[in-house]
T-cell receptor, first 115, second 114 residues
Framework: NAGVTQTPKFRVLKTGQSMTLLCAQDMNHEYMYWYRQDPGMGLRLIHY???????AKGEVPDGYNVSRLKKQNFLLGLESAAPSQTSVYFC??????????????FGSGTRLTVV | ELKVEQNPLFLSMQEGKNYTIYCNYS?????LYWYRQDPGKSLESLFV?????AVKQEGRLMASLDTKARLSTLHITAAVHDLSATYFC??????????????FGKGTLLTVNP
């Protein structure tokens, strides 16, 4: 019962490089979210998805793209990394209905440094 | 736009003392979450508050929700060092709709000193 798995856990990028962060969940959850966490800022929503094949922008979407080709996976892409994207990225998922506590499950995070 | 404000942002307290963290939010919502985060770790769910007047307790922590005042509190009773962490409240926008997006406060860094 893995829950939400994020890969990689750590990454250092050079400015201008690209990369993809993978979020995988095995709970058959419909909703998936990408957040970034910066010191003193809480967690801010980047993009989210309400189902396979659908994505939408959150609060801070600029510089990121996402895809949800399979229900269990939600990918976050950085096409041309910038130092301002240095952050800790968290993925979360939630079931559409029927959850007894309406809970969100968070991954363990990806610590990204852009130099 | 939903705004969630926590205060205080930093809290240093002595073991054995009581204190309250406040979470205010700007628009109607009837679902509020409290999370705990230890340094370098993910978020741990503490409480989900689903209705006006809801109160939940776990150990030395008690959370309450007043939807009319758009206010939730997290009360710490007789603090111990193990409670040192960052605490976040988060509110669901459009809880009756299809998005279920969580909006977070900036967090309260709690340090409990011997």
């Amino acid at each position: 019962n893995a829950g939400v798995t994020q890969t990689p856990k750590f990454r250092v990028l050079k400015t201008g490089q690209s990369m993809t962060l993978l979020c995988a969940q095995d709970m058959n959850h419909e909703y998936m979210y990408w957040y970034r966490q910066d010191p003193g800022m809480g967690l801010r929503l980047i993009h989210y998805s309400v189902g396979e094949g659908t994505t939408a922008k959150g609060e801070v979407p600029d510089g990121y793209n996402v895809s949800r080709l399979k229900k269990q996976n939600f990918l976050l892409g950085l096409e041309s990394a910038a130092p301002s994207q240095t952050s800790v990225y968290f993925c979360a998922s939630r079931k559409l209905t029927g959850a007894t506590n309406y809970g969100y499950t968070f991954g363990s995070g990806t610590r990204l440094t852009v130099v | 736009e939903l705004k969630v404000e926590q205060n205080p942002l930093f809290l240093s307290m002595q073991e054995g003392k009581n204190y309250t963290i406040y979470c205010n939010y700007s628009t109607t919502s009837d679902r509020l979450y409290w999370y705990r985060q230890d340094p370098g770790k993910s978020l741990e769910s503490l409480f989900v508050l689903l209705s006006n007047g809801a109160v939940k307790q776990e150990g030395r922590l008690m959370a309450s929700l007043d939807t009319k005042a758009r206010l939730s509190t997290l009360h710490i009773t007789a603090a111990v060092h193990d409670l040192s962490a960052t605490y976040f409240c988060a509110v669901v926008l459009n809880s009756g709709g299809s998005n279920y997006k969580l909006t977070f406060g900036k967090g309260t860094l709690l340090t409990v000193n011997p």
